[in-house]
């Protein structure tokens, strides 16, 4: 499974590129909004951080097929091929994504409730489809099990079209779609920071850098020992 960062701010990005093997960047309407910044500047600086060989997910934000695939070609145009335009999967979403499918854009559909929608938007042309794990457990429609019934009807089906797990709030949530098979996670830099977080890991670490700092100095390195 591939992790992706959530977010649309370029600092906490920036960060999280350079600690973590994070595949790219999904954003929303949302999250665009949060960082109170001009539209375009904001996805020419994550563009900047991440490069051209990350994915970056951009949604569009028209109501008709016309004006969803027009921007779609705007943002591709502007950010580069490795730019995935995400189209809700309204009608007017659905048509979007097969016109632009069909001439050669890679789409994410998203905002997904239920298995049926992903298979629509896969039928379409999508190359990834993005169900909400948490939005969906808030109201009681186990989030997880969408997931599982998505990456089950791609595989009953043969379809290439990926599943790109969206909306965590805690860690066992992307680890249940890991287990469910998911295809890619995008969560929160803060999610992917709790991943590392284990009280073993570190008291593990701790227990080491003490033992290490009574036996050889505190902050000494290998390097600092490698003439003796
Ligand atoms: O981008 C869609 C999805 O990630 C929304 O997440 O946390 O707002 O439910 P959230």
Redesign the pocket.
Known sequence: MLFLL?TANVKEIARCFDLFPVAGV?T?P?LIAREKRPFYDILTDIRAVIGEGSMLHVQVVGTDAETMVTEAKQLRDRFGAGTFPKIPVTPQGLKAIRILANSGFHVTA?AIGAPLQALLAARAGASFT?P?V??LDNIGADGVGVVAGIVRLFSAYGLSTKVLT??FKNVQQVLDVALAGAHTA?MAPELLNLILHHPLTDSGVAGFNADWAEAYGAGVTTLDLASV
Do not use: G, L, P, V
């Open positions: 959530d999904t929303n949302t998203t993005a909400y948490n939005r969206a909306s995008t």
